[in-house]
């Protein structure tokens, strides 16, 4: 193995291959097609050098067979090459899993170094330096010395994955070096009441004492449990600027066009849209369409500084009846609405948007969904959804959306069923219009929201109408 490595540098070194530094470098050279025995084609798809060479040696020597061998022959090639392959395969699993410890202990040390680790990340470095724990049976060790430590009870959570029991061994471990006693039955008030002693779990005397409201920060995200809100009744706040997110190694994401979504559903010209203008503070205004840089931190803080965006805020929603509220805003945004909570109202729908672009589209629509001019009768609840590999589905109460396949012509073709599953005719709006139980719809990729859609009109129909109409 060793003269095949310094063959195969010698090789590369003198230009008979390209030298390829990632598994997508710029200037990497693709062969036109692929040839398992040949090294850079596994050069070129992000292998190195011994794995590339290791690979190709392989495939030279247990290759397939031709399509007129018998099936068993090609079937006992494909075993032997499976079986030649997993030394190499445990070797590539073995060394991911060391890069992997070493970058989780790397960052733990990182945060220990700029002082913002917390204890139970304290906790991680201790099982290790005390124990010789790798990260997995670290973070089991953390968390029995975590739970010790703040006086809660011994209670283990299997997570499924393999090591239980070593996992087991080093919660128990921590659970001990921490303090706790399983075989006392008083531990947990003992270590309960030790914990409250604390200084460090005492609050401050100049703490202020906490408001009555929670901050829109900590918000729930939307989610289809509420009842449908009416759009004069809807309050949104957006920011004057769409920011873009760019994950590494993945594709980019556009930026979140809120006047695309805000504009897709017929009524939202009564809903109440409130803008933060990095000039003017909150005014009332429709959703920005160009991109713009996002609002600087001395900047967010001149408008928390001026008490006098607070009472523009006030003056917006005086005389306003709002009974939703949606907070489509990340950072120093969100800092400007947590200063100035007071002014929004209290209502039972207070959600705001969060993590990536993605899901922060996936949340608006969401809330959007909830939006409805009054005129017709919406099914409220949470739609139960199944899976998608068996055939989505979707349940409502008695009413059950399912996909069915391709429509006979174009499209593809949704069913609504009643109980039994029988086919849901004969249902009607509060305005006498019949509804189809059969939906064609064009786009795949609209599929769940005509799906949710239909369930909400027929959760909210009557059956005023017999089989024939």
């Excluded at 590339?52 to 018998?70: F, K, M, V």
């Excluded at 099982?127 to 953390?142: E, K, M, S, T």
């Excluded at 921590?174 to 399983?182: K, N, R």
């Excluded at 873009?244 to 897709?264: C, F, K, N, Q």
Aim: with cysteine.
């Amino acid at each position: 193995m060793l003269m095949l490595q310094s063959q195969t540098a010698e090789i590369v070194s003198a230009g008979a291959f390209p030298a390829v530094r990632s598994p997508r470098a710029r200037g990497a050279v693709e062969l036109d097609h692929f040839d398992s025995t040949d090294m850079r084609c596994w050069l070129t798809r992000g292998r190195s050098v011994e794995q590339a060479t290791e690979l190709a040696r392989i495939w030279r020597s247990y290759p397939d067979l031709p399509p007129t061998a018998p099936l068993v022959d090609r079937m006992a090639r494909g075993r032997e090459r499976i079986a030649a392959m997993k030394p190499l395969n445990d070797a590539i699993a073995a060394k991911t899993e060391a890069e992997r410890q070493n970058r989780n202990f790397a960052f733990m040390a990182s945060r220990a170094q700029d002082g913002t680790i917390t204890d139970s990340e304290i906790a991680i470095l201790r099982g290790r330096d005390l124990h010789g724990y790798d990260w997995d049976l670290a973070v089991a060790y953390a968390s029995g010395w975590t739970a010790a430590e703040a006086g809660w009870e011994h209670c283990f959570c299997a997570d499924g994955m393999r090591r239980q029991e070593a996992k087991r061994e080093a919660y128990d471990r921590g659970f001990a070096d921490a303090g706790g006693d399983q075989g006392d039955l008083f531990d947990a008030a003992r270590r309960s009441n030790l914990a409250a002693m604390r200084k460090d779990n005492q609050r401050p005397i100049e703490t202020p004492p906490l408001v009555a409201r929670p901050v829109p920060s900590s918000w729930p995200k939307p989610n289809d449990h509420a009842r449908p809100t009416r759009w004069s009744r809807r309050l949104l706040i957006v920011a004057d600027a769409a920011i873009e997110e760019v994950t590494p190694g993945l594709m980019r994401v556009s930026g979140l066009r809120l006047i695309d979504e805000v504009r897709a559903r017929h009524g939202t010209e009564a809903m109440t849209i409130v803008t933060i203008d990095r000039h003017a503070g909150f005014v009332v205004n429709d959703c920005p369409t160009e991109m713009k840089a996002p609002i600087s931190a001395m900047c967010a803080d001149e408008i928390i500084a001026d008490p006098r965006n607070g009472d523009a805020l006030r003056a917006i929603l005086r005389g306003r009846e709002i009974d939703d509220i949606l907070i489509a805003v990340q950072g120093d945004y969100l800092r400007i609405v947590d200063a100035f909570a007071s002014a929004l109202p209290l209502c039972a729908n207070m959600e705001r948007s969060r993590n990536s672009l993605l899901q922060q589209r996936a949340h608006l629509r969401c809330w959007l969904d909830r939006g409805y001019d009054g005129t017709d009768n919406l099914g409220a609840g949470h739609i139960r959804w199944g899976k998608a590999v068996k055939g989505l589905t979707g349940k409502l109460g008695e009413f059950t959306a399912r996909h069915v396949g391709p429509a006979p012509r174009r499209g593809h073709l949704i069913r609504i069923e009643a109980e039994g599953g029988t086919l849901a005719k004969g249902y009607a709006t509060s305005t006498g219009d019949r509804l189809a139980p059969e939906i064609i719809v064009s786009n795949k990729m609209n599929i769940r929201r005509e799906m949710a859609t239909a369930l909400r009109a027929f959760g909210g129909a009557t059956r005023l109408m017999d089989a024939c109409g």
